[in-house]
């Protein structure tokens, strides 16, 4: 399935949808045009019951003759949000080699491979949706970057996780951008620098882990301005999606809703000779392949 969270006419409230080719078919919707009931939010979903889960999936194989008009919008009808807050945004720093060697280059980072992924945090004050502005504080930063990530979604609490047995707790998978402002980084910490509001673009869909076969086979690509900065795949990363859930949950109890982002490939503006880095006025797009695109205007915010 391909969930997404979206408002349509302006509504208050957002709703929880698949997305099948041009359509949003509201899954609270549908399930009660059948005398039955599904979650009207993606967390809530994620938290369900297998049983939740199936239900959707047999409601939308069913076919648009039995999808109730109340229940489908076209794509172009609705406003895609970001699919929901995670409790915690988990980051990977260095997880792609070359991006190593580009870090210890451009950013004083260390020029040999990490032996553990290196992690850090973003709070969910810095997730926007699709559509939604980053923000470019010019009085906070001359130094905004992009960083194309695959997201991981998780769906089951995850504790002292096996590498074996880590994809058993993955809901699904969307992406992220992971922002950054170079000139924020303080002491070598980089909290205030990754986690400013808006420096996390989430979205559009989150694709349920049944729909990506392998996610460690992913094409990523990232453009500015319709340029292309970053392309390689997932299978260069350095540490696995299933790595990377059994070292965070040896001493981080990952819960549904969490969202990890996995590490951005070379390409990045401060990485560039000369560096580039976004301006107000530029479009980013983040692209994983089987996932989609994730589009954002950069505004000037002082």
């Avoid at 992406?175 to 620098?193: E, K, L, M, T, Y």
């Avoid at 970053?230 to 965070?248: E, G, P, W």
């Avoid at 819960?255 to 107000?280: C, Q, R, Y």
Wanted: aromatic content about 6%; hydrophobic content about 40%; glycine content about 8%.
């Amino acid at each position: 399935m391909r969930l997404v969270t979206y408002t349509v006419d302006h509504a208050p409230t957002s709703r929880l949808g698949a997305q099948i080719d041009d359509r949003v078919i509201d899954l609270a919707a549908l399930a009660a045009h059948h005398g039955t009931a599904l979650p009207q939010d993606l967390l809530t979903f994620i938290r369900a019951q297998a049983d939740v889960h199936d239900t959707a999936r047999r409601l939308l194989a069913a076919g648009p003759s039995e999808w109730p008009a109340e229940a489908v919008h076209g794509l172009e009808q609705v406003v895609l949000r970001a699919p929901l807050r995670p409790g915690k945004i988990i980051g990977v720093g260095l997880n792609y080699v070359e991006h190593v060697e580009e870090s210890s280059r451009s950013l004083d980072t260390d020029k040999e491979l990490p032996p553990r992924p290196v992690l850090f945090s973003k709070p969910a004050t810095a997730v926007t949706g699709p559509g939604q502005p980053i923000l470019h504080n010019g009085d906070l930063t001359q130094q905004l970057d992009w960083e194309c990530e695959l997201a991981v979604v998780v769906g089951r609490t995850a504790f002292r996780v096996r590498e074996e047995d880590a994809y058993g707790h993955i809901f699904g998978y969307s992406i992220v951008n992971d922002i950054s402002a170079r000139d924020q980084r303080r002491s070598g910490q980089w909290f205030f620098s990754k986690g400013q509001d808006s420096y996390a673009p989430f979205g559009p869909v989150v694709v349920t882990a049944d729909d990506i076969a392998d996610p460690m086979a992913l094409d990523l690509e990232l453009r500015v301005n319709g340029v292309t900065k970053q392309k390689s795949n997932t299978r260069h990363m350095l540490f696995s999606v299933a790595r990377l859930i059994a070292d965070i949950s040896s001493g981080v109890t990952l819960e549904p809703g969490d969202v990890i982002a996995t590490g951005s490939p070379s390409g990045v503006g401060a990485g560039m000779v000369p560096p580039e880095f976004l301006a107000p006025g530029d479009t980013v797009e983040a692209t994983v392949e089987h996932i989609g695109t994730l589009t954002n205007p950069v505004v000037d915010a002082r």
